[in-house]
């Protein structure tokens, strides 16, 4: 098994009074790529939210490379080389496109810098028409493009994309799907969320289910695609 | 109204306005990026003019006293962001009021014990004590175009900075959303104790360099509070450019106020404000 990127065990986390999650494992491991699934509310957002130090979880134990990270600061575990694309996006509306993306620049964990302004533009060559426009005069599509584009920015060697097609035209979610292929294939592990079950499980080697609050199904994503009882069961496809 | 007196008042006004802009600008930045409401940024002020009176009384000279009086203004500024306001963040503003006021009791009972009730005069640095002749009986001092220009510049270095600089960058990215700039492994809480304590230092400054102008005495920041919360309200919250443009509008009517109708001069910035918020409810350059 090669280097845990990162680790969460026993997870129990609240949101306001709610508890949403209920003791969950979840561990990505260099260069991975991971579905995590699950139908609306079952804890998928607040589990990465949980391990970015973004929600203090109740219980349990979060580790990037190793190191415990529980209760550390969300930008100390940024640094260690994982990257976030929030549902939503997250773009800064009152920066200009090329702001953005310039803010974040930033070497990774081992001092690599292979994602520059440069080669942004180069996987992103819309962005470069836009550069000089506000963050809120973008399309969704470009929006997303912009918030991958400034994650890739800090050579991240984990890159979480939750929701990243939701809202999308077919065609604009397609470009994201090549564009989130050209990353896995560059060797980030990524962990994705999102409602297109077929195209992350295409993508992931592992898949995790998520009902709950709790991990139902942890396994190769074959394995679930392939049963239509645990497909239907779980994720109600 | 000859030219050279009105050249006075103009210059007058200009030099007032760009005063104000250093004290309002960093309390536009706190609210604008921090969303903090500190009504002990007057307070800022007074200890700038405190501390260039003692330490120029000290070293003899008001050069010397500025240059140490910075760095003391900045950490405090750091001190007090790490200390108490950085509790205040996730909190309503009632509590952000309740804080900073207590705080300005505090700071004055301080100074009243440091530095006694009395008050004082700092002397015009020698070597820009002089004035420039206009007509035969008038003249305009020099002191007071040297603060304007100190001001300008100050003014122009603070728009490089948050226009410009990486720095100015992650400071506008984390007034729209916190969280995400800090995901971007951004150390956010260190970016906001860096913008208060050059907020405290600008006042702190600006409290320095007027300091030969003003005298100094107790209380001198509440006056300059008030006007500065009508800056920020005139500019529109949280804009520095606004804060630029409503700090010289105000020091213009202010000034012009006085000498042409000195029987409404104290109302004058007020209806000033009123004016500018019926035509724009949140200010030249705030955002609805």
Known sequence: MSELLLEASGLHSFYGISHI???????????????????????????????????????????????????????????????????????????????????????GVDGRCEWDFDRVMAT????????????????????????????????????????????????????????????????????????????????????????KGRVVFSGSSNELSDNEELMHRFLGV | MDFAFFLIQLLNGLQYGLLLFLVASGLTLIFGIMGIINLAHGSFYMLGAYLAWSLASLTGSLAAAIALGIPLTVLFGMALEWLLVRRLYDRDHLFQVLLTYGLILVFEEIRSILWGDDMHGVPVPALLNASIPLTDNLSYPVYRLFISGVC??????????????????????????????????????????????????LAGFAGMINAPLSSVFPNMGGHVLIICF?????????????????????????????????????????????????????GLFGRA
């Not at chain 1, 490379?65 to 773009?91: F, K, L, N, S």
């Not at chain 1, 470009?142 to 939750?162: C, S």
């Not at chain 2, 960058?169 to 984390?174: F, K, L, P, T």
């Not at chain 2, 700090?247 to 007020?270: H, K, R, W």
Request: with cysteine.
């Open chain 2, 152 to 201: 300008l510049l100050l003014a122009y270095g603070l728009y490089l900075l948050i226009k410009k600089t990486r720095l100015g960058m992650m400071i506008r990215a984390g007034a729209s959303n916190r969280d995400m700039v800090q995901s971007l492994g951004i150390n956010i809480k260190f970016i906001y104790t860096l913008v208060f304590a050059v907020g405290v230092a």
């Open chain 2, 230 to 282: 009508v800056v920020v309200v005139i500019g529109g919250i949280g804009s520095v450019k606004g804060a630029m443009a409503a700090s010289l509008m105000i020091g213009l009517a202010d000034t012009f106020g006085q000498v042409l109708v000195p029987e409404m001069a104290g109302m004058i910035v007020y209806l000033l404000m009123a004016v500018v918020l019926i035509w724009r409810p949140a």
């Open chain 1, 21 to 107: 999650l209920h003791g969950v494992d979840f561990s990505v491991a260099r260069g991975e790529c991971i579905g995590l699934m699950g139908r609306n509310g079952m804890g998928k957002t607040t589990l990465l939210k949980s391990m970015l130090g973004l929600v203090r979880p109740k219980q349990g134990s979060v580790k990037v490379r190793g190191r415990d990270v529980t209760q550390t600061e969300p930008h100390i575990i940024a640094r260690a080389g994982i990257a976030y694309v929030p549902e939503g996006r997250g773009i800064f509306p009152n920066l200009t496109v090329r702001e953005n993306l310039i803010m974040a620049a930033r070497a």
């Open chain 1, 124 to 211: 992103f060559p819309r962005l470069s028409e836009r550069l000089a426009n506000g963050g809120s005069q973008l399309s969704g599509g470009e929006q997303q493009m912009l918030t991958i584009g400034r994650a890739l920015m800090t050579n991240p060697d984990l890159l979480i994309l939750d929701e990243a097609t939701e809202g999308l035209a077919p065609l604009i979610a397609k470009e994201i799907w090549n564009i989130i292929h050209g990353i896995r294939a560059s060797g980030i592990a990524t962990v994705i969320v999102d409602k297109n079950y077929a195209a992350v499980m295409a993508l992931a080697n592992r898949s995790v289910v998520l009902v």
